[in-house]
């Protein structure tokens, strides 16, 4: 079979681009995001316990590439990747009582990974909360958060977002941010059961940040 090797060059979308700000990183100590529904910390040991309860749930671990056994292990874990230079974990907690939860509860947690200063541009990711915030305006609010403190304090030009390809629910979740669909990552990397995933690869980049946040608030308004 003859396969057409031809490829048409991407046209530069920016021919007239000017120099980007420098991005500032890493996050400062101490500080702390607050949305209409959650606050985002940045992550303490000494919310491993109560965060390793929210998240006892096969479900919340199915596509993430492991599940820690216990709270030790989760914040040894979440320890060695808030030391590394690229990477920044938040710890998601509820602003008001969220059914049985009250004010102040670990729901979650979101991290910026892969940041890349000289290219000012960063990942959102390994995002996990309680199933019982699924659906509700949390992940919509917990997202504007970090979203708005990315493009707009941090000053970077581009968020990018990736999951499994298996993971459909994240994929339509993602997409309903407004963020683009780039491409998909052929065996990227492998699963906690050995296998190995495809990642399915999203973007928003500044010149997008007006148009998703304003479906950010409007999606956060109608989950409320």
Known sequence: MRHDTTFEPIPDPRPADTAWPEM??????????????????????ADTAELFAALDADAVWQHL????????ELGQLLRDLAATSDWHVWIVRSRNSIGERPAGSVLGLTCYLDARPRDASL??????YTPSVWGSAVNPDAKLLVLEYAFETLRVGRVQLKTDVRNHRSQRAIARLGAVYEGTLRRHFRRGDGTVRDSVLFSIVAEDWP??????????????
């Open 211 to 224: 148009r998703v946040r304003a479906r950010l608030v409007q999606r956060r308004a109608g989950a409320r």
């Open 65 to 72: 590439p492991w599940r820690p056994t216990d709270a030790a």
């Open 123 to 128: 990942e959102i990711g390994f995002t996990a």
């Open 24 to 45: 500032t990183w890493p996050v400062p100590a101490g500080t702390r995001l607050t949305g209409e529904v959650v606050t985002l910390t940045t992550f303490d040991p």
